[in-house]
């Protein structure tokens, strides 16, 4: 039996993880596979419950779990509570900390059906994209301390410390190199060299570990560059290793180059395997509460679940191969259409059925879908 946390949080986190529960429950039948799932409070949601973004029984919950499904947290209710208190840095943050999530694996591939969304100018639907982005994901300024404001008046200053130890940066080094052996043996590592002491550190600890693997190619781009190359030539990468903070920017590009925001799923995992999967996008405030979220991202993170905390690859493919197929076949939610077709976009509650439908191998008419 494998025991799942499910922290579905705020905004669009509840909307979409119905339909990544539904998808689970679907796989679990159809592979016979036991997975027993928990829900607990956290984010916003868990403050107004609680008074606290991550309440103890959430964290004894994960801590007792075989893995984490997470929703997203946050939103303007909530966004003027001091620092410590808010949502993504006490829940989401807290958790990555706790788990010593430090690799976060982005993978944002291209649908075909999808490359007439792509607004590059660039021949994109013919060459495709498929990026890797190896996020570090515990350290950076993210965690770095001194942080805080003091002073006053115009005097008042805000600051962050940013900091990467050897071994912090070596851990995902080779973890980077690793996923690009098993892909297409290139890794560009991402810095601010020429102007960071973090990013010196980085380029020169990624170089050491590049020399262990020689046959995958490898380059280093600062940050500007590689944003502007992912516009430009997105095709031109395979693994992109990124320190914390580069690596949250430079996935909200990849999503996008694929389609949409709610499509690129996410893996956080530690040194032991312990993984906790969510959408790379948040809460989504401005679609919120309307049933027209995009739960793929969601479901694509319970197959990553299935794939590196369960062992279930075959199972994960089954779910990426239903949402390929929901896509193919034009099932789409209102951020997947352009604005004068989106009269004919799904709910978020009629993708994850369709996908459901898919994976139990039920034929079904597209027309079928909101047809009563
Ligand atoms: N993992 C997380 O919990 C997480 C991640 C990112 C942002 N956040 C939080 O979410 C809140 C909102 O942040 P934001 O607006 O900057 O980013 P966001 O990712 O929530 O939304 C950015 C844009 O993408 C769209 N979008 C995102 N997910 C979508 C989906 N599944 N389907 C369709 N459209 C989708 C939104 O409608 C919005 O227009 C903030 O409080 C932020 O801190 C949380
Ligand atoms: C909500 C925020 C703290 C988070 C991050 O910056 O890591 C999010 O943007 C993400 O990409 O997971
Ligand atoms: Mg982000």
Known sequence: MSNIAVLAGDGIGPEVMIEAKKVLNTIAKKFKIDINTQDYDVGGAAID????????????????????????????????????????RCALLGLRGHFDLFCNMRPATLQPALSSLSTLRNDISEKGFDVLVIRELTGDIYFGEPKGRKGEGDEETGFDSMFYSRREVKRIAHLAFQAAQKRNNKVTSVDKANVLATSQLWRQV???????????????????????????DPNQFDVMLCPNLFGDILSDICAMITGS????????????????????????????????????????SAALMLRYSLNQDEAAQSIEDAVTSALDNGVLTADLLPSNQRQNAKTTSEVGDYICQIIENKCIQEKSIGAE
Not at 57 to 81: H, R, Y
Not at 211 to 229: K, R
């Open 49 to 88: 419950l609680h008074g606290n973004a991550l309440p103890e029984e959430t964290m004894k919950g994960c801590q007792q779990a075989d893995a984490i499904l997470f929703g997203s947290v946050g939103g303007p209710k909530w966004a003027n509570l001091p620092p410590t208190q808010q949502p993504e």
């Open 206 to 232: 990624v170089e050491e570990v590049a020399v262990e693997y020689p046959e995958v190619s490898f380059e280093h781009l600062y940050v500007d560059n590689a944003a502007m190359q992912l516009v430009r």
């Open 261 to 300: 925001m709610g499509l690129l799923p996410s893996a956080s995992l530690n040194s032991d395997g312990f993984g906790m999967y969510e959408p790379a996008g948040g809460s989504a405030p401005d679609i919120a509460g309307k049933g027209i979220a995009n739960p793929i991202a969601q479901i694509l």
